[in-house]
């Protein structure tokens, strides 16, 4: 969606306004309630993955989904639940037990207990045909989403991190799920081997070409006992710094913003045993809100750009209070910069951002 001034009849005190999104949510039910089977249906070992670590969960498939359908005979009814079943390659997964999987969720689902389901997986596991069989598996199942850990699109990335497949053939796992009737959802690693800020808004740009219905972008880290931490040991290997991830993270999120397409993560999400074993990679607390400001600020500044002229007042909705500013209000001189002092933004219940011109004096 691009930045249109628009001229509204609501708003006549003002001389010119620009309407335009800073993002959106993408809200199935009321929780998620994930299913991780780290590792398993995985082809190796990517040099990154540290799964195990990252759900804090074991590699028993049978028993972490007995332990779903535990918490899903214990969750009230009135709570909607989507189930998603991460941390490995869904689709490769022996047929039995991905069928006692589906079947779980199915289950659930008929009793009204689940409203929808997603699973992960690889573009390149997705198998042959249009649809192939174990997408109309899925499809026929009634799962809705399927996330692919695409990483990146490039060839040379692709190639240094052992992923077994190229850009050519991470865009035909792409088009191959809404192919299958299903929802397509594109995971990409900025910052690991061969993906420079360049290369990562790239394939930004061409994941957002796909029109998924959300992307995750996960900044790449090191945590010990990878073949990535080898490589960092040796010095072959050094990820992106904080700085470099927050510009270009915040500058692919203000692309998806632009384009309309929800960013459903933007960091590894906290887990005690993962950052325990963390050695090196940009990892701070508040990693999503400094990226979201950093969309926010380019944002506006484009927006204003497009209006012309110095700007009169910014609306905002409400969520953007808490970060907007940065890290102990890092940003504020570059937002007085803009000439959006504090008195000059309001905060609303809207959805979208407005940007008004100086009030109309006539
Ligand atoms: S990145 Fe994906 S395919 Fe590779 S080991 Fe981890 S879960 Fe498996």
Not at 160 to 175: I, K, Q
Not at 226 to 243: D, H, I, V
Not at 269 to 288: C, I, K, M, N, Y
Not at 302 to 319: E, I, K, N, V
Request: hydrophobic share 40%; with cysteine.
């Amino acid at each position: 969606m691009s930045v249109m001034p628009l001229f509204s009849p609501f708003a006549p005190h003002f001389s010119r306004e620009a309407v335009f999104p800073v993002g959106s949510r993408l809200r199935r039910a009321d929780r998620i309630l994930p299913v991780f089977l780290p590792f398993a249906g995985c082809p190796g070992r990517c040099v990154f993955c540290a799964q195990d670590r990252q759900t804090g969960s074991g590699g028993d498939v049978d028993g972490n989904l007995r332990a779903a359908a535990a918490l899903l005979d214990e969750i009230r009814p009135e709570q909607s639940i989507e189930l998603a079943f991460y941390g490995g390659t869904f689709t490769a997964l022996p047929a039995e037990q991905r069928k006692k999987a589906l079947a779980l969720y199915t289950r659930y689902r008929s009793s009204g207990k689940v409203n929808c389901g997603r699973c992960s997986t690889r573009p390149d596991a997705l198998g042959a045909g249009t649809p192939s069989a174990v997408l109309r598996e899925l499809a026929e199942a009634g799962l809705d989403l399927v996330e692919l850990g695409v990483q990146s699109f490039s060839d040379t990335a692709l190639h240094l991190a052992r992923r077994g497949y190229d850009g050519t053939g991470a865009e035909a796992g792409c088009r191959a799920v809404p192919a299958a009737g299903l929802k397509l959802g594109i995971q990409l690693l900025p910052g690991m081997p061969g993906v420079t800020p360049e290369v990562f808004l790239h394939d930004v740009d061409r994941a957002l070409e796909l029109r998924p219905a959300c992307l995750r972008f996960y900044p790449c880290l090191v945590p010990e006992g990878t073949e990535l931490a080898g490589m960092w040991r040796a010095g072959n290997y050094a990820p992106w710094t904080e700085e470099k991830t927050v510009a270009a993270l915040g500058e692919g999120l203000r692309r998806a913003w632009e384009a309309g397409v929800p960013v459903i993560r933007l960091a590894v999400a906290p887990e005690p045993v993962f950052d325990t074993a963390l050695l090196a990679g940009p990892r701070h607390p508040a990693l999503g809100g400094l990226i979201r400001a950093e969309a926010l600020l380019r944002t506006t500044e484009r927006a204003l750009r497009r209006l012309g002229g110095a700007p009169g007042r910014l609306y905002l909705p409400r969520a953007c209070q808490g970060y907007m500013y940065g890290h102990k209000g890092a940003l504020r001189a570059r937002w007085a910069a803009l000439g959006l002092p504090p008195e000059r933004i309001v905060f609303t219940a809207g959805e979208d951002a407005r940007l008004c011109g100086p009030p109309e004096t006539h």
